[in-house]
Nanobody, 126 residues
Framework: QVRLVESGGGLVQAGGSLRLSCAAS????????MGWFRQATGKEREFVAF????????????YYADSVKGRFTISRDNAKNTVYLEMNSLKPEDTAIYYC???????????????WGQGTQVTVSS
């Protein structure tokens, strides 16, 4: 059984930092990739970041939404089968439930993934 479990959410002041973790079990996602999405109250879910290994295993490829580029960093620890989202310079508009997802079936930004975590709440106060 494949499971994705997020952790690391919480309450932080604007300008602060948080690191989210997504621990995967049941399979690895090194070639297919994993993403982070978020959904704020009353809004649609949106893409945040994505990571996968290069075809020749020479490192990772990462993609970011424009709204988080330069502030958020996605990374992975293959030995732990865990993906991280380091979030710096947080803003109140970053407040949302953050979900990790694995194995996209379409575009990595499109939200069509085979596996999803339960989500972790991030609240940024002004």
């Amino acid at each position: 059984q494949v499971r994705l479990v997020e952790s690391g959410g919480g309450l932080v002041q604007a300008g602060g930092s948080l690191r989210l973790s997504c621990a995967a079990s049941g399979r690895a996602f090194t070639s297919s990739g994993m993403g982070w999405f978020r959904q704020a109250t009353g809004k649609e879910r949106e893409f945040v970041a994505f990571i996968r290994w290069r075809i020749n295993w020479s490192g990772s490829i990462t993609y970011y939404a424009d709204s988080v580029k330069g502030r958020f960093t996605i990374s992975r620890d293959n030995a732990k089968n865990t993906v991280y989202l380091e979030m710096n310079s947080l803003k109140p508009e970053d407040t949302a439930i953050y979900y990790c997802a694995g194995d996209p079936t379409g575009t990595y930004t499109g939200g069509d993934y085979n596996y999803w975590g339960q989500g972790t709440q991030v609240t940024v106060s002004s």
